[in-house]
């Protein structure tokens, strides 16, 4: 069965610092890949997808994806973080079959 | 282009009674995906309805039904409440090819006490 893992449950960073949230994934097939970011009192938005093509993959608000096949990765990142990215952040993978599976999330809190 | 509403928002039920949620996709999109969020199993995903069809179902009991009408609005029925079905319910909607990006509406927060 597909599953999808994010390695870090809450991140903290100060603003202005690098951010880096893994996701793996288990399926050996041709995957769609996604993150979601779920702000405060909002509900789920999509910030960048991977469908094929670049494995790097530029979303909105500056962040970027970038995958790695042979690790079954998509992890995210973004140079320097803002106080307004505080959120939570889901990883998540639709495989042939078409479901959508989702990692447990991660909630990063960047401090002013 | 309005995006995915549901409705109602908030819903307070009690043990052994049944809900009913709805879900009109944006514009144009035929499929309507359902997914329940909780603290504890995070986000799974319960059915997705296509064209009137159930396309996919996850590990849910039967208790969780779903349908979907011509004009792709989509309901989601609980039936004997228990208190562990308190979550946020999540609808997504999409085209018409299955790998194409499910967006989110602002999910029925449903309290059963």
């Known amino acids: 069965a597909q599953s999808v893992s994010q390695h870090n449950h809450h991140v903290i960073l100060s603003e202005a610092a690098s951010l880096e949230l893994g996701c793996n994934y288990s399926?050996?097939?041709?995957?769609?890949l996604f993150w979601y970011v779920q702000y405060p009192g909002q509900h789920l938005q999509l910030l960048l997808k991977?469908?094929?093509?670049?494995?790097l993959v530029k979303g909105i608000k500056g962040f970027e994806a970038e995958f790695i096949k042979s690790k079954f990765s998509f992890n995210l990142r973004k140079p320097s973080v803002q106080w307004s990215d505080t959120a939570e952040y889901f990883c998540?993978?639709?495989?042939?079959?078409?479901?959508?599976?989702f990692g447990q999330g991660t909630e990063l809190s960047v401090k002013p | 282009k309005a995006g995915v509403t549901q409705t109602p928002r908030y819903l307070i039920k009690t043990r052994g009674q049944q809900v009913t949620l709805s879900c009109s996709p944006i514009?144009?999109?035929?499929?309507v995906s359902w997914y329940q969020q909780t603290p504890g199993q995070g986000l799974q995903f319960l059915f997705e309805?296509?064209?009137?069809?159930?396309?996919n179902k996850g590990n849910f009991p039967g208790r969780f039904s779903g349908r979907q009408f011509s004009n792709s609005r989509s309901e989601m029925n609980v039936s004997t409440l228990e208190l562990g079905d308190s979550a946020l319910y999540l609808c997504?909607?999409?085209?018409?090819?299955?790998?194409?990006?499910?967006?989110f509406g602002p999910g029925t927060r449903l309290t059963v006490l």
């Open positions: 997504a909607s999409s085209g018409t090819v299955s790998t194409d990006t499910q967006y």
């Open positions: 399926y050996g097939g041709t995957v769609n």
């Open positions: 991977y469908f094929s093509g670049d494995p």
């Open positions: 998540a993978v639709k495989g042939q079959g078409g479901k959508l599976i």
């Open positions: 514009s144009g999109h035929r499929s």
């Open positions: 309805y296509f064209s009137e069809t159930q396309r």
